[in-house]
């Protein structure tokens, strides 16, 4: 993947007066004064560079803040500040990425490190439930500790007025979407406000990656959000193979992105028919169901799996394709494709949905480049971002994508962006699969001579993933850390929702489709 932002990066602070010591190592990595990381932040927002994430680390008895940068025309950027030892408090960069605030509440949560200069400290995925002074990221807690459950209350954001009164939602739905609570404030039927409370399934996923050796923790990683397991598992994979310097082979290159393809054709199928569903059309819904079906058969039939778990896999990939299953792959994603397209030609001629999905659920351009939001979300209020072009990794870096943008950031929006996306990862999958190279399908997982760092991003159907690992010089995970793009497109569902009548919330809710799993690791 492409790190010429690390270069740019270092010569906007230089000219700024910024010492930056640099690693120059797999990955770069900018090493910035405690002193100077708002400044560092500043500069980098003003440079028009975009928050990755925000995420921090135990250094024996220090600890150290990271970020990742991007930006479209040089790629990815890491830096890193060490706190000093006698505190445990570093500047929050919140003031110039509002897409920081959750996730140094996380750091506040689970490694009590203290960010000064956070609007908001209040508890987000370590509950108020949890004792005071319980750290789990910390290397001295253990992940075998019981702790005990205490009464805690979460101060939610609150109106008065003349007719203003509270909806709470959740965290069980009727549904079987997994856990997470919604608090509105409406007057009549007119939301005024969302606020969301999540980790309700917080699993404890990074303390559970220390000490694992690179193979269980693909498993682990494959499982942080099922419906994006091939694009997490990658990301993990990724970080992996540059940590340890192994190239894998090029069929295997191109076949994870092949899956990656089919995933996004899945996901993007399900939605639009949930969408539908959720305005009463059940014929779209109906649909978009048998075929997401079609695809989860011979997901099954080729691959071991439905939904595609576990088919990459360190080094390479679990399973090869033979001649016939290239064909049956290209036979189905083509009809897939033009069934889409005949459907979306059905969608755009039913006026009673598209009373619905248009200017219900509108982020404005500013407001979704302000968060950074990701994939189709932050595509539909026109941020043309896409880690398949901008990250530039194999096999995208010769088979680019044709990167759908539009304005309007509405359930419309996000609707015209999925079906577009549909069509051009069937093109994708239709260039990959006949330009397939022969060969081997997996490399022999090799240890690095050393500890080493990795840092990866992949474009899922939802939008970027990043992740960054950490290898002890025996091979054993010693911290991995990985965003989910729900970390930020939750934000953009809040913005969504305001102003919107209440029945039409499941409507913006199912067009972001954030992950509950994916944000409360």
Known sequence: MRFA??????????????????????????????????????????????????????????????????????????AKTMLDTTSNKFPSITPHYVAAARMERVIHDLFGLVPAGLPDTRPWIKHEHWPQNTFPLR????????????????????????????????????????????????????????EERLGYVHKGLEKAMEGRDVTA??????????????????????AAEQAAGLAIPPRAVALRAVLCERERLANHIGDIGAI??????????????????????????LFNHRLLMDCIQPGGVARDVDDDGIHLLLTHTRAIAVEMRELYDTYENHT???????????????????????????????????????????????????????????????????????????????????????????????????????????????????????LKSNGIIDRYYVRDPSMINWLGLELAAREVPVPDFPLNNKSFNCSYSGHDL
């Open 217 to 238: 923790g693909a498993c682990l990683a494959g499982r942080i959000s099922g419906d994006a397991t091939v694009a997490h598992s990658w990301a993990y994979c990724q």
């Open 139 to 194: 290397k001295a807690f253990s992940a075998d500790t019981q702790i005990a459950r205490i009464e805690g209350h979460y101060p939610f954001i609150e109106a008065e007025g003349d007719g203003v009164y509270e909806i709470p939602v959740g965290p069980v739905h009727a549904g079987i979407i997994e856990p997470g609570h919604f608090r509105f404030l409406a007057v009549g039927e007119q939301i005024l406000n969302l």
């Open 352 to 470: 009673p949905i598209r009373e619905r999905v248009i200017d219900s659920g509108n982020v404005k351009a500013t407001d979704a480049a302000a968060l950074g939001l990701l994939g189709y979300a932050g595509r539909s209020a026109e941020l043309d971002s896409d880690a398949r072009r901008d990250a530039a990794y194999a096999p995208y870096d010769r088979h680019p994508p044709q990167v759908a943008v539009c304005r309007g950031g509405d359930v419309a929006a996000r609707l015209w962006v999925r079906f577009a996306e549909i069509q051009d990862s069937a093109r994708l999958i239709e260039i990959i699969l006949r330009n397939l190279p022969d060969g081997a399908v997996h490399t022999a997982w090799q240890m690095p001579q050393h500890s080493a760092c990795g840092f990866a991003v992949i474009e899922s159907w939802r939008g970027e993933i990043a992740a960054w690992l950490r």
């Open 5 to 78: 932002l690390h270069e740019h990066l270092t010569t906007l602070l230089m000219q700024s007066g910024i010492a930056a010591n640099s690693h120059t190592g797999e990955p770069p990595c900018l090493n910035i004064l405690v002193t100077q990381w708002t400044t560092t932040a500043k500069l980098a927002k003003e440079a028009g560079l975009r928050l990755v994430a925000v995420w921090a680390t135990q250094e024996d008895e220090a600890f150290a803040v990271h970020a990742a940068f991007a930006h479209p025309d040089h790629g990815y950027a890491l």
């Open 276 to 301: 539908c569903n959720d305005a009463a059309w059940s014929f779209m819904h109906m649909q978009c169901q048998r075929l997401r079906e079609e695809l989860a058969r011979l997901h099954q039939q």
